[in-house]
Nanobody
Framework: QVQLVESGGGLVQAGGSLRLSCAASGSFFSINAMGWYRQAPEKQRELVATITSGGTLNYADSVKGRFTISRDSAKNTVNLQMNSLKPEDTAVYYC???????????????WGQGTQVTVSS
């Protein structure tokens, strides 16, 4: 099994910064992409940012220039530095990892439990 544990959420004023971290643990062969998604009340979960094992980055248009995703493949961690936060960034943020559990196995999506980010105006 694979576990993803997030940390770093909280309450911040508009214009402030937060840093989210996620660590993957358990038994697996490799991790391909890792990333962050978010879900605001009464809205669907949406992509925030992803990073592949090769370093390819993808950001939602709404966070480009404000958020930075980074990854330490040796430690199986992914971070999200969030700057210039806006009230509309308020959501539960979920860590995601695309994991190959065995050498010839399939890849599966795993999710963290979520961490609340609240930006006050």
């Amino acid at each position: 099994q694979v576990q993803l544990v997030e940390s770093g959420g909280g309450l911040v004023q508009a214009g402030g910064s937060l840093r989210l971290s996620c660590a993957a643990s358990g038994s697996f062969f490799s991790i391909n992409a890792m990333g962050w998604y978010r879900q605001a009340p009464e809205k669907q979960r949406e992509l925030v940012a992803t990073i592949t094992s090769g370093g390819t980055l993808n950001y939602a248009d709404s966070v480009k220039g404000r958020f930075t995703i980074s990854r330490d493949s040796a430690k199986n961690t992914v971070n999200l530095q969030m700057n210039s936060l806006k009230p509309e960034d308020t959501a539960v943020y979920y860590c995601n990892a695309l994991v190959r559990t065995t050498f010839r196995g399939y890849e599966y999506d795993y999710w963290g439990q979520g961490t609340q980010v609240t930006v006050s105006s």
